[in-house]
């Protein structure tokens, strides 16, 4: 993979009883990352995506998935 190539992932973002966060990447199986707020949610994201990605060879190396952006999170509510 190029440093030039861009590949989106599907997150799932959970919202805890306590307030906290929990996420996972449904792309990544096992990879997953928490948070007390949204913004601590995002900075594990990026870091468990990393560490993920860096342990599977098939990926490279991880100094090309830098830089790496954590970007809009879309909410879903049912009815």
Known sequence: MSADTITEYTIAVHHEDDGTYWAQVRELPGCFATGDDLDELRD??????SIYLADDPSHGELS?????EVGEMTVLVGA
């Not at 594990?44 to 995506?49: F, H, Y």
């Not at 090309?64 to 790496?68: D, E, G, I, Q, V």
């Open 44 to 49: 594990g994201l990026q870091e468990a995506i």
């Open 64 to 68: 090309s998935f830098k830089p790496m």
